[in-house]
């Protein structure tokens, strides 16, 4: 395991740019979660790492050695993809042995049963190592494709979107070991998603990439608590943040360069009000374990969360107070 660098990465399809100028180090050990939407680049910055595509420009180093030309097999690197792409006519134990068994590593056989076993019961699959690939169920395919990914310690492992073709409670039971494996392993990881969830249990460090640029690179608390601009804002949090015109709240004393008021529940206090308030509960959304609130104020909707045994009922009449909210001038840039 080792770390990786990019450092001012450039890669345009055509005309078109995939990755600007992107320079990111994944420290040795650690765990980087790209959290992007679709078509944002993520992908891409994961193939540039992994060889599967050069760049135009820009450096990338893995372990120390600078690889930017390196063929994919050249480089230290291994990928898990979505669909899980194992060799279905071979055993899990032999999936698993594959990559121990290359002619450049000639891992003795004692040596690869112990390794392989190590790392099936770290997944949790040691009881399916005599079966086939095909006979397994998505989840345990999964596992035994991550568990490839690792077995030989790679550099560094990068995982492209890996659990989001899984239904919810495995996806989440998966997370769970996948960050108790990372971290016993001490593996060193760059995994792509667009699931925030995935993002903020997952990462040591989270990056935020929009069309191509890295907008910002923190703990997942950093990012949530002081996003740079609206559109980090935007990513993380459940229900999303409000972006509220200023001159909705002209009471509110605000440095004169704000523009918007970025409001989180934590940020908002909602009261009932005298009648003649403006704001109105409009709506109470039960979610089970999550009710939200959503209040109008002129044109705007505002969603918070609500405790379920809350009193208010639709048509109330409400005063929303803030406090310390996010505060975004006229180009969605954090003022404070
Ligand atoms: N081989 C290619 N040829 C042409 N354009 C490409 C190619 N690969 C990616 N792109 C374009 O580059 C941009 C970034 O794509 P990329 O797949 O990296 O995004 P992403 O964030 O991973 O999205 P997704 O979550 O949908 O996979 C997109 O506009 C995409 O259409």
């Known amino acids: 395991m ?10 345009s399809f055509g005309i078109k740019p995939a990755v600007r100028d992107l320079s990111l180090t994944i420290r040795d050990g650690e765990l980087v979660v790209l959290l ?12 540039l790492v992994a060889g599967l595509e050069m760049p135009d420009s820009g450096t990338v180093t893995i372990g120390g050695i600078e690889q930017t030309q390196a063929t994919p097999a050249a480089r230290d690197v291994t990928f898990v993809f979505q669909q899980y792409s194992l060799y279905p006519h071979l055993s899990v134990y032999d999936n698993l042995a594959f990559p121990l068994r290359s002619p450049v590593r000639r891992t003795p056989e004692p040596e690869i049963k112990r390794i392989v076993g190590e790392i099936a019961a770290m997944l949790r699959i040691d009881d399916k190592l005599g079966n086939r690939a095909t006979q397994l169920s998505g989840g345990q395919m999964q596992r035994v494709a991550i568990g490839r990914a690792l077995v030989r310690r790679p550099a560094i492992a990068l995982l492209d979107e890996p659990l989001s073709s899984l239904d919810a409670k495995l996806r989440s039971e998966l997370r769970i070991e996948l960050k108790r494996i990372q971290q016993d392993l001490g593996a060193t990881m760059l995994y792509v998603t667009h699931d925030q969830i995935e993002a903020m249990t997952l990462a040591n460090r989270i ?24 559109y980090v804002a935007t990513r993380l949090g459940s229900p999303g943040i409000n972006l509220l015109p200023r001159k909705l709240f002209p009471d509110l004393a605000v440095p004169g360069d704000v523009a918007t008021i970025g409001a989180r529940t934590e940020h908002m206090t909602v009261r009932p009000a005298k009648n003649g308030a403006d704001a109105r509960v409009k709506w109470i959304e039960h979610l089970g374990d999550q009710n939200h609130l959503h209040i109008t104020l002129q044109d705007q909707t505002i969603v918070s969360l609500v405790e379920p045994d809350t009193e208010l009922k639709v048509g109330d009449a409400v005063a929303i107070e803030f406090t310390r909210p996010l505060l975004f001038d006229r180009d969605g840039q954090r003022v404070r």
Do not use: C, F, M
């Open 2 to 11: 080792a770390e990786t660098r990019l450092n001012a990465v450039s890669k």
């Open 36 to 47: 992007g939407p679709t078509g944002a680049g993520k992908t891409t910055t994961l193939r």
């Open 207 to 230: 990056g935020v990439i929009e069309q191509g640029r890295l907008v910002q690179v923190g703990s997942p608390r950093e990012v949530y608590e002081d996003p740079a601009n609206t």
